[in-house]
């Protein structure tokens, strides 16, 4: 099969004007200046009227029953709705940019629940923040299948949130 050959230094293909087409760079870098321009008038238009934005999360949770070091780890939307006031602290997230995504979450912020890793995934429900940051217990349980040896009580790694349904 024959190599394609390669184009010698200088022929990137035709300038804009030349054939009316566009090299990608180009399109690209209109298109980035197209987003950022779209979401500057969106806040300004946000702020024009008196509304503040906000972040709206996407918590992923797994509704089938999946084993991990012999506990069972499944919690699904049902899970939530038979806590007490329909409210659960959200435990067990050990990914650093999960937990920093935790961490930049505030009170009365919106999350769209959602099920992962099963037959249908998607989002099932709408819950809201109910509680800022805090270390994440099961991190020091040497019992728990999300014990961290490597996390000290005096500097946490990991952090958790509470969650209501609504």
Avoid at 46 to 72: A, I, Q, T
Avoid at 85 to 92: E, F, L, N, S, V
């Amino acid at each position: 099969m024959p190599r394609p050959r390669k184009r010698p230094a200088g022929a990137a293909g035709p300038e804009k004007g030349q054939s009316g087409k566009r090299t990608k760079s180009e399109n690209l870098g209109e298109a980035s200046a197209k987003v950022e321009n779209s979401s500057l008038q969106k806040t300004s238009a946000f702020k024009k009227c008196g509304r503040n934005l906000s972040n709206y999360w996407l918590m992923k949770s797994e509704p089938e029953s999946r084993l991990e070091k012999g506990v069972d780890v499944k919690f699904s939307i049902e899970d939530l709705k038979a806590q007490p006031k329909q409210t659960a602290c959200w435990d067990g997230v050990r990914n650093y940019q999960a937990r920093n995504f935790l961490r930049a979450m505030k009170l009365e912020e919106e999350a769209f629940f959602y099920h992962s890793n099963c037959k249908e995934p998607g989002i099932v429900g709408l819950m809201k923040i109910v509680k800022e940051a805090y270390p994440d217990h099961t991190q020091f349980e040497k019992n728990n299948p999300h014990y961290d040896p490597s996390s000290q009580e005096d500097n946490p790694k990991w952090s958790m949130k509470s969650l209501i349904l609504f």
